[in-house]
């Protein structure tokens, strides 16, 4: 689908009834014009014009309430496919999907420095490349490529400032997509991508609020406010792990002291682990996944290190519940793998710190989504532009 066809398609009020046909699947003509305040002709219309469009189907009737069996509408999930990228640090990884979020196609590079801004552009464009090229892939299906970068993006030029494990700057991924591809194309921050990656496919329902946090190679965390993602007045919303819980800690790669990065990403784990267990370190060198395959062993050592792990964490996690006051709390990346030690000290440390009863039972789960979480994200970043309303002034 060209970029004019896109455009074509969004208006406010198709955008909220397809939305609400996205959440309350199956549902009938009627019962959407009593939901959105629309009146039955304009919704009768852009019905009409939705089901010609393929963007929805018609199903099985629904039950009678004494009248004639009302027909029932559903999203077509097949009526157009999405690229999804998470790019880096370490990889570039590609996937296809339908609108249902379901992935048809894969492809994958790794990242080697050092890297030029041309070359990382390339291994960008190749993947997509074997993508659109895929004897599966229908191009005049592709709605769009959605690009979850790690590091700084400015969202409205699709740039990535800073990409700090590249040694990168200034890369403009979306200015040259678009013009290899003529597609839509959306870039942004990968924790905030998987933020609504799981909003949108974690099967959390219909949240008013909900902040995911990715704990890897670093901490980051998204803000999902009503299905949209809030960036903030200067667009860092969400930095968690630049937020000090120890004004005394250790000096952080941003020049702090104590950001809840040096107690919680893989290095920090690592870090700690030699520090405080002599005796194996020497013989195998430590990594955030050694720690945690020791732990699995029942290492009582390391075992209290991911617990340790886990209260700051809490400690975080309880400002933010104190700061934003979330409906649900999602975690994922690599050292979410340690779960079994580190969410229940998570939770213990909340329901200890939190003001209210309420805000101690907070929801705090870790992604169903798996190793997909950010791919998925990178997706939900077109379907925002599908499905939602956006007002132009």
Known sequence: MQRGTFQLMKSVNKSNILNKIRKSEPISRAQIAKETKLTPPTVSSIVKELLEQGMIKESNLGDSKGGRKPTMLLINNDAFNVIGVDAGPERVECILTDLSGEVFERTSSKLRKPISNDQFITIL???????????????????????????????????SLIAPNLDLKNIPIKSELEEAFNLIVKVENDARAMALGES???????LESMVAVNIGRGVGSGVVINGKLYHGAQDIAGEIGHMTIDMNGTICECGNRGCLQTFASGEAIAKRARHQVHEEAESDPLTGQRVHELAQNGNESYINILQETGKAI????????????PSEI???????????????????TIEQQALTQDAKQTNVSVT??????????????????????????
Do not use: R, Y
């Not at 190749?126 to 979850?148: F, P, R």
């Open 125 to 159: 464009k190749e993947n997509i490349n074997k993508i659109l090229q895929s004897s599966t892939t229908d191009k005049e299906k592709v709605i769009g490529i959605g690009v979850a970068m790690h590091g700084v993006v400015d969202v409205e030029s699709g740039t």
């Open 200 to 206: 949108w496919f974690g099967g959390h329902g219909d």
């Open 314 to 325: 809490g400690v975080g996690l309880t400002n933010l519940v104190h700061l934003i006051n």
């Open 368 to 393: 169903k989504l798996g190793d997909d979480a950010t791919l998925l994200g990178a997706v939900a970043l077109l379907l925002v532009e599908l499905f939602d309303p956006v007002e132009k002034s």
């Open 330 to 348: 999602v975690l994922g990346g690599g050292v979410m793998k340690g779960e079994k030690f580190i969410l229940p000290a998570i939770k213990q």
